[in-house]
């Protein structure tokens, strides 16, 4: 009996917790010290970890891990300033350097930070836990998603289910609200990610009607933008390059400060060993600083409504939770986005824990009147002929899900297809992230008459499962997709959906560039066959439309012509040949009849 619960567990950037059900509700589990939030910190020392409190107490001295969610499912390229040195790891992700020689991955990192919490929940709860939902920022694309899973199997747990931020963050929210109807945003703003939900929320369905967001943007950004504007403002070159952890905490500290103040002093005495700083900020002058993270942020909100299809107007509340949430721009931020003033109900640091206990207690059974229909946020497909993105799940689509395509071979006697699969919402392949690539085989058949079904599922954790089948013998081909890190242009999360709609123009020429081209390499040696066949009876004026038409095609082509010049001669020369395509299959019919008839077998039966 006991092994049935499952708790809830809220990895933050900064702080983490654990929370279960009991007695139908929700709470959170608090360590030996009564401490209800544990740092996600992690000290890899010579004979075993230290993790949250303990850890934070050695940074400054040794190389304490923080903040490794930043580095969760990614790529060295991507990793940014972060405190620790970094390296390549041998499955391609990040290696974060721990001293000794030693060095862990970010999911290491992260199962370390699981593991103390299910001591915590344990210890508290008096018996063995295997069980857990884990919440996610709901941005995380499918690389940072699976890594996060992995990271909860590598420290014993069972994970039963991701879970969005914010979705989780709705579900405290609305827990006392079952009856209502009502429409809201969540705004969710951490140490290290920003997410905004807009969800519906009606007899017990919690429904996500999209979402937005950033992986790479949170308190983090506040408190090095202040620190890198203290030290320059003072001509002081930050240690090594980086802002050093005393250089950091002391911004943090100045940016909490700023918070309640409207001045607070920043001071760090001898900080390259000479000099001191003391030197006053205003809570102006610190606004100005983050003024282009709050642009930004905005920029997610508007799209989330966008998305969602509504106004402002149309909100009943905007949730706020996430320790940066407490600043008050970021506060003024929400008020002037959502029209309203936001809804400060939930504990910033406690809601989406609360949220990943409740979901937990939905799948334990505890709460079986609510229901939570989550979305899926980047769009998911492979790519097609031409490098074009052909998309099988568009973004904000109710996860679970599943789509599928036919495909077919682009040459004769094509053996095997190469299938990437790809998330974004870029028109061309190349400028959205592959997930993963793998290839089915197929019976060969000549160009365009294979078969082959490629079938996505996303399972309610929002991780994918891609199918190949090759129709003409059943046989499946199953990848499971949980590539190490996914290859993520830096701020690329943030920026993919705003470039889809400025490239939008440019992106559609390229794709009408393709289709149209690979449209004519189609027709051409068709076109070519027929007018090279002595017996083809063509009228003298039907032939000559269609060599004039050819002949515009491949001009077209060879000139490098605009999409919209190619496409034009394409289409004249599929119209020109229109009628002699359709005399063309009139006869083979007929001359099949024929040899029916001749050969006494008659028409083919009716079904
Ligand atoms: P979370 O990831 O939700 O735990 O949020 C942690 C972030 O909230 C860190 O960047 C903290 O510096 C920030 N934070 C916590 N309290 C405050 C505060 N009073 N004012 C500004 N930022 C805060």
Redesign the pocket.
């Known amino acids: 009996m006991s092994e049935e619960v499952i708790v809830g567990i809220d990895l ?4 983490s917790a654990v929370g279960v059900v009991d007695s139908g509700f929700p709470i959170l589990l608090a360590d030996e010290d009564g401490r209800r ?1 544990v740092p996600s910190a992690v000290w890899f020392g010579p004979h075993g970890c230290e993790v949250g409190h303990a850890a934070l107490r050695r940074r400054g001295v040794e190389p304490v891990v923080t903040s490794a969610k930043r580095l969760i499912g990614r790529r060295l390229p991507e990793a940014g300033d972060y405190p620790l040195p970094l390296r390549g790891s041998d499955d391609g992700g990040i290696a974060i350097e721990t001293g000794r020689g030693t060095t862990a991955t970010p999911v290491e990192a992260a199962a370390e930070i699981l593991r103390e919490l299910k001591r915590i929940a344990e210890m508290r709860l008096g018996h063995d836990l295997t069980r857990a939902v884990i919440t996610v920022p709901a941005y995380f694309n499918e690389g940072q998603r699976s890594a996060t899973k992995r990271a909860g199997e590598l420290a014993g747990w069972t994970v039963e289910r991701l879970v969005a931020e914010p979705t989780a963050a709705a579900l405290a929210y609305g827990l006392d609200r079952l009856g209502e109807q009502s429409r809201v945003a969540v705004f969710d ?4 990610t920003f997410d905004v939900s807009i969800l519906s929320l009606r007899d017990g369905v919690f429904e996500v009607l999209a979402t937005a967001g950033d992986t790479r943007l ?3 950004d ?2 090095r933008a202040l620190a890198a504007h203290v030290t320059g403002a003072e001509g002081i070159a930050p240690p090594d390059g980086d802002l050093g952890p005393r250089l950091r905490e002391e911004a ?1 500290r100045v ?2 400060a ?3 103040d409207d001045e607070a002093t920043f001071r760090l005495p001898f900080i390259d060993g000479v000099r001191s700083v003391e030197r006053p900020v205003r809570r102006q002058e610190f606004e100005g600083l983050v003024a282009p993270f709050l642009d930004r942020m905005e920029r997610c909100c508007r799209r989330a409504m966008q998305d969602a299809g509504i106004v402002p107007g149309d909100l009943d509340a905007a949730v706020l ?4 949430t ?2 008050p721009a970021v506060r003024d931020l929400a008020a002037r986005v959502f029209e309203r003033d936001p809804d400060l109900s939930q504990h ?2 406690e809601a ?1 824990a609360l949220g990943a206990a409740i979901q937990a207690g939905i799948l334990g059974g505890t709460y079986r009147q609510v229901l939570l229909l989550d979305v899926t946020p980047l769009s998911l497909g492979i790519e097609t002929f031409g490098g074009l993105m052909n998309v099988l799940i568009p973004r904000n689509t109710t996860i679970p899900c599943k789509a599928g395509e036919m495909f077919t071979n682009a040459r004769d006697a094509q053996r095997s297809m190469q299938v990437r699969v790809l998330q974004g919402e870029r028109e061309l392949a190349k400028d959205n992230w592959e997930l993963g690539s793998f290839e089915i085989g197929f019976a060969p058949a000549p160009r365009g008459k294979a078969r082959v079904g490629v079938q996505f599922q996303l399972d309610e954790s929002g991780l994918l499962e891609v199918l190949g089948r090759d129709v003409a013998t059943g046989r499946d081909t199953i990848v499971k997709i949980e590539s190490a890190a996914v290859d993520v242009a830096d701020e690329a999360v943030e920026r993919m959906v705003d470039e889809s709609v400025e490239h939008a123009f440019e992106d559609m020429n390229a794709r009408m560039h393709t289709e149209a081209r690979l449209k004519a390499e189609e027709l051409l040696p068709a076109v070519e066959a027929v007018l090279e066949d002595e017996g083809a009876a063509i009228p003298p004026e039907e032939r000559r439309k269609i060599a004039g038409a050819r002949a515009a095609v491949e001009e077209a082509l060879a000139s490098g012509a605009g999409p919209a010049v190619l496409k034009a001669a394409v289409e004249r020369l599929d119209a020109a040949t229109e009628a002699l395509a359709a005399r063309l299959v009139e006869d083979a019919m007929a001359a099949r009849m024929q040899d029916q008839l001749d050969s006494g077998e008659g028409p083919p039966a009716g079904p």
């Open positions: 933050g950037t900064t702080n939030l703003l951490g140490g290290g949170g308190g983090d506040f408190d943090e940016k909490r700023l918070s309640e939770v996430g320790g940066s407490r600043i910033p640091d989406v």
